[in-house]
């Protein structure tokens, strides 16, 4: 959640509206960096692998570029198309976090993926992304930024337009509330004093 060029991709999936699983790879993480590792040949992120068409790169600028021509209209816009300027601004909105969720804190990993439904730009959402993150806790990332043609279903699901919502399908839990949620998370999967 710490590194800009993650930010960047994660923005190119809400302004696509698309859904994706994170599998979060925080540094000192054990779960899931050897398996990027292995199927890439390095522990560098973001990686992407797109089941639909088989394709995995690194590098978030090659990601965006593909995200755009495959599931887009093959334009990317401005705001993630000025190089450096795009990485400046993708650091300098994670500098007041100062590495929140950038590393791996002991937690036991969940049977099936959690689900989160975020607006990339919410603070609120930021903090629980952040937290999913560190405990090393994959989950499907439903974007659901202003305009999204998924907020009509989320909304029949949920009940209201508030994010982030977070559903655990291990337990049945379904709650908003950043607080709220986060406190959930480490009674159910933080390893308390360790």
Known sequence: EGCPFCRKVREALSILDLEAKIIPCPKGGQR????????GGKAQFPYMVDPNTGR???ES???????FNQYGDGEVPSLLDLGPLTDLGSMMSGLWR????????????PWQPLELYSMEASPFCRIVREKLCSLQLPYLLHNVAQNSPSREAFVARSGKMLVPWLSDPNTGTELFESAEIIRYLEINYAHQGQ
């Not at 600028?61 to 995200?67: C, G, K, S, T, V």
């Open 98 to 109: 100062m590495g929140a969720g950038s590393k791996a804190e002991p937690s036991r990993a």
């Open 56 to 58: 995995e790169m690194y």
């Open 32 to 39: 899931f960096r050897k398996e990027v590792i292995e199927r």
């Open 61 to 67: 600028d090659a990601i965006i570029r593909y995200l």
